[in-house]
């Protein structure tokens, strides 16, 4: 009887899984317009008055995404208070939605990502996952292993899709 040998595991080929990068924590958007008049206008003494009396505690080791859910033009400053009063508690702060906080916890993460174990190697981005990973870090990743990859496809390795392969 022939032996069967697994020549995806037998090969140079490298896989990498963005979940693997995945920042464990707790997200939440945080929508200022509750703290608006009419959900439209800031009033700086009330914004204030609502800021000092906040209990920021519970944000305790969150990623925070600062948002206004009404068309209110908010001034700039008012994130950055926001900010201030998050600082001590939170892991990260952003303006933007949950999408936009998961893309920059990505960046994050590939940007320290050690490239070495990758040079001049076939390497497969998994494109599966069970954590949220937003499309921009495929392209983050991507971006971070061209120049020293040999290859680069995505998808399974019985089953993928080349993108790169240096000449």
Excluded at 21 to 36: A, C, Q
Excluded at 40 to 67: C, G, I
Excluded at 138 to 151: F, G, I, R
């Amino acid at each position: 009887m022939d032996e069967i040998i697994n020549r995806v595991a037998n090969s140079k080929l490298v896989t990498i899984d963005l979940e693997d990068l995945y920042l464990e924590g707790t997200r939440t958007v945080f929508d200022i317009s509750d703290w608006l008049f009419q959900g439209l206008l800031l009033r700086e003494k009330e914004f204030r008055s609502q800021v000092a009396n906040h209990n920021w505690s519970q944000y305790q080791n969150h990623f925070v995404a600062l948002t206004c859910s009404t068309d209110a033009i908010v001034p700039g400053w008012a994130y950055l208070l926001l900010t201030s009063a998050l600082v001590p508690f939170t892991k990260k702060t952003i303006v933007g939605n949950l999408e936009t906080l998961e893309t920059l916890l990505y960046e994050i993460q590939i940007g320290i990502l050690e490239t070495k174990k990758y040079i001049n190697k076939p390497v497969i981005i998994k494109g599966c996952s069970n954590k949220p990973v937003p499309k921009n870090a495929y392209l983050t990743l991507l971006q971070k292993l061209q120049p020293v990859a040999k290859s680069i496809m995505y998808g399974e390795a019985c089953s993928s899709v080349p993108l790169f392969k240096r000449k």
